[in-house]
């Protein structure tokens, strides 16, 4: 879908602030309010826009324990559907939150959250290695998230700047 | 003999000098807590990381010494090149470029290389604050012309051609402007430049903020047909890279004029500082990719604000460039001092009066539009309810 330049600015307005409000959206974008509202609806329907998420430090949240593990997969592709087909069966799993392509040494990269390390260990050892065409798998925890999707955790956005200056 | 006892040390010149207005303003609004300010003069993002971290391996190498007086070579050609990309203006790197102290030495040094005691040097405001008294501290003598809110502060030539006198030296053209926002238009620098042949003048063209200009592209005053033998092209790195606190700005000029700015230059500064200098090569050859983005935030932001302002009823015409809002308070019946002042006290926001800047901005406000999103609809929200209260 060929997007105009009204709406790849919308996107990326949105894409750094999703609750930015309507009307001034609006303005940035030098539009009315009817058409900015339509065009954003345009985009939810095409799936431009797929979701409008949250970015949650869950560190901070106490009462819920939960690990992250990235696992290297390397897989055989097969006739016809080449990869896409097992990555189907790996992002189908719920607690799968990511599945890329990858050029390079492995095949997949997943990202897998669960309760507990023991939890992901085994969906990694029940789940995913039992699959025909998973030849191996790595396992990393990751330890500390420091900056998500282009967001620094705990940014220190103290504005250094002088009151008035000329 | 006993000598009389000396009233001041201080000097007449400088005695004489009027303190800055925004003085009294930052001092205020200093002193109060859960300010918006929106009279910042400088952008709201810190410097890219890869010009920090490219200043910081410079030290790490030891590169702590003097540069050649005019600046490091390699910069003055990274300059010359971004010139002739961006600008369309071809400056000799060996010498027709100094790397200055920002812009503002740079302004500095044009002023004392070419002025004669009481040569007048032309001022378009509202202007910045600096360059009133640098003309007076080098010697010559500061003539206004005003522009007006409603020619969307467009220089006119035909009020220019009035100040014009037979000590005129040279015009100060600052585009995108500080405060007004306003870029001056190709037909209006092609009159200038018509003016400053006719008269044999020299313009000083302090184009900053040449790299924040929201429509089309950019003309330099140095690119105006026959402008390139008589401007000075001054520019920096402060306010499009977002280096203000590196102090890094520089000139252009014909090899005759940036020589004598570089005589100046050498006993009085030496070099501009080099770990900032290193930062600003690497800005130059790096940087595009953030002098765009921020530029885009600029622009939305400005949409934005300048939108609102309309709407809760300040008119405020469209600004072409920089981060300025310059909105008209003629209709609340306020002069820019009391409506800054009340503003301040009653709804914690801090805007510059537009008269700090001129005669001809009484009746105006600047307003900073670098600042977030958030604190941008937060002072419109505060400013609307100062208004419906007046």
């Keep these: 879908m060929k997007l105009s330049e009204k709406e790849l600015e919308i996107i990326e307005i949105l894409e750094k602030d999703a609750r930015t409000p309507i009307d001034v959206l609006a303005k940035m974008v030098d539009l009315p309010v009817e058409e900015t509202e339509a065009l954003v609806k345009k985009l939810e329907e095409a799936k431009v826009i797929v979701q409008y998420?949250?970015?949650?430090?869950?560190?901070?949240?106490?009462?819920?324990?939960?690990?992250?593990?990235?696992?290297?997969?390397?897989?055989?592709?097969?006739?016809?559907?080449?990869?896409?087909?097992?990555?189907?069966?790996?992002?189908?799993?719920?607690?799968?939150?990511?599945?890329?392509?990858?050029?390079?040494?492995?095949?997949?990269?997943?990202?897998?959250?669960?309760?507990?390390?023991?939890?992901?260990?085994?969906?990694?050892?029940?789940?995913?290695?039992?699959?025909?065409?998973?030849?191996?798998?790595?396992?990393?925890?990751?330890?500390?998230?420091?900056?998500?999707?282009?967001?620094?955790?705990?940014?220190?956005?103290?504005?250094?700047?002088?009151?008035?200056?000329? | 003999m006993k000598p009389q006892t000396r009233k001041t040390y201080v000097s007449k010149t400088v005695a004489g000098l009027k303190p800055s207005g925004i003085r009294r303003f930052f001092d205020l609004a200093s002193s109060m807590d859960g300010v918006i300010s929106l009279g910042v003069g400088e952008p709201d993002f810190v410097t890219s990381w890869s010009i920090r971290e490219a200043s910081i391996l410079s030290l790490e190498q030891g590169y702590t010494s003097y540069t050649a007086?005019?600046?490091?070579?390699?910069?003055?050609?990274?300059?010359?090149?971004?010139?002739?990309?961006?600008?369309?203006?071809?400056?000799?790197?060996?010498?027709?470029?100094?790397?200055?102290?920002?812009?503002?030495?740079?302004?500095?040094?044009?002023?004392?290389?070419?002025?004669?005691?009481g040569d007048e040097v032309i001022i378009v405001e509202p202007s910045f604050v600096a360059y009133e008294p640098l003309v007076v501290l080098a010697g010559g003598k500061p003539v206004a012309v005003h522009t007006s809110g409603e020619d969307k502060f467009q220089l006119n030539p035909v009020h220019l051609e009035r100040a014009i006198t037979e000590r005129t030296k040279a015009v100060i053209i600052c585009s995108p402007n500080n405060p007004t926002g306003t870029v001056q238009s190709r037909t209006e620098l092609e009159a200038i430049a018509r003016l400053a042949e006719a008269y044999d003048l020299l313009v000083i063209a302090d184009e900053i903020y040449a790299e924040l200009t929201y429509e089309g592209e950019y003309t330099s005053m140095a690119a105006a047909p026959g402008m390139r033998e008589r401007t000075i092209l001054i520019s920096g790195f402060s306010k499009g890279f977002a280096m203000t606190g590196w102090r890094l700005?520089?000139?252009?000029?014909?090899?005759?004029?940036?020589?004598?700015?570089?005589?100046?230059?050498?006993?009085?500064?030496?070099?501009?500082?080099?770990?900032?200098?290193?930062?600003?090569?690497?800005?130059?050859?790096?940087?595009?990719?953030?002098?765009?983005?921020?530029?885009?935030?600029?622009?939305?932001?400005?949409?934005?604000?300048?939108?609102?302002?309309?709407?809760?009823?300040?008119?405020?015409?469209?600004?072409?460039?920089?981060?300025?809002?310059?909105?008209?308070?003629?209709?609340?019946?306020?002069?820019?001092?009391?409506?800054?002042?009340?503003?301040?006290?009653?709804?914690?926001?801090?805007?510059?009066?537009?008269?700090?800047?001129?005669?001809?901005?009484?009746?105006?406000?600047?307003?900073?539009?670098?600042?977030?999103?958030?604190?941008?609809?937060?002072?419109?929200?505060?400013?609307?309810?100062?208004?419906?209260?007046?």
């Design chain 1, 53 to 166: 998420t949250a970015l949650i430090d869950w560190r901070k949240a106490d009462g819920r324990e939960g690990v992250t593990a990235m696992i290297d997969v390397k897989v055989t592709p097969k006739r016809g559907v080449g990869f896409d087909e097992v990555a189907e069966r790996i992002y189908r799993f719920p607690e799968v939150k990511s599945v890329y392509l990858m050029s390079g040494a492995y095949d997949l990269s997943v990202v897998i959250e669960g309760r507990s390390m023991a939890e992901i260990a085994q969906f990694v050892s029940e789940k995913l290695s039992t699959l025909d065409s998973v030849i191996s798998t790595t396992t990393h925890f990751i330890l500390k998230k420091y900056k998500h999707d282009g967001i620094v955790f705990d940014q220190g956005d103290q504005d250094r700047r002088i009151v008035v200056s000329p």
């Design chain 2, 69 to 117: 007086n005019a600046g490091l070579l390699e910069l003055r050609q990274e300059i010359a090149a971004y010139l002739r990309r961006k600008f369309h203006v071809d400056y000799c790197p060996e010498t027709e470029i100094l790397v200055t102290v920002g812009a503002s030495q740079a302004i500095d040094l044009a002023l004392r290389a070419i002025i004669n005691p």
């Design chain 2, 249 to 390: 700005g520089f000139a252009a000029a014909p090899d005759e004029i940036l020589q004598a700015m570089l005589k100046i230059h050498q006993y009085a500064m030496m070099c501009a500082p080099t770990m900032a200098q290193y930062g600003a090569l690497e800005a130059l050859r790096n940087g595009e990719r953030d002098v765009v983005d921020m530029r885009n935030s600029y622009r939305r932001r400005r949409n934005y604000f300048v939108a609102s302002l309309n709407e809760i009823g300040l008119p405020c015409h469209l600004p072409g460039g920089a981060f300025y809002a310059f909105p008209s308070i003629k209709p609340t019946g306020l002069t820019s001092e009391q409506f800054a002042e009340r503003l301040l006290i009653e709804e914690k926001v801090a805007v510059v009066p537009g008269n700090v800047f001129g005669q001809s901005g009484e009746g105006y406000i600047r307003c900073s539009y670098a600042s977030s999103l958030e604190q941008l609809q937060e002072a419109i929200k505060r400013m609307k309810r100062f208004l419906a209260r007046l």
